[in-house]
């Protein structure tokens, strides 16, 4: 687990973007980086905050 104060606020905004998507795509009894999948199997909680977090550095570079 990452410790807040040890962290750079680049990391930090990355890892709650993560979780932020994490929570959308898993509700909110999801567990932090599951490995749990969705009905079709294709993605895990952790494959789509990951997913999400790609999407967002390539759109908002920058900004």
């Given at each position: 687990m990452l410790?807040?104060?040890?962290?750079?606020?680049?990391?930090?905004?990355e890892r709650l973007?993560?979780?932020v998507a994490q929570k959308h795509f898993g509700g909110d009894r999801s567990q932090v980086d599951s490995k749990a999948k969705d009905i079709f199997g294709r993605?895990?909680?952790k494959n789509y905050g990951e997913d999400v977090l790609?999407?967002?550095?390539?759109?908002?570079?920058g900004c």
């Open positions: 410790k807040l104060e040890a962290c750079p606020p680049e990391t930090l905004r973007i993560e979780r993605l895990s909680l790609k999407s967002y550095k390539q759109n908002f570079q």
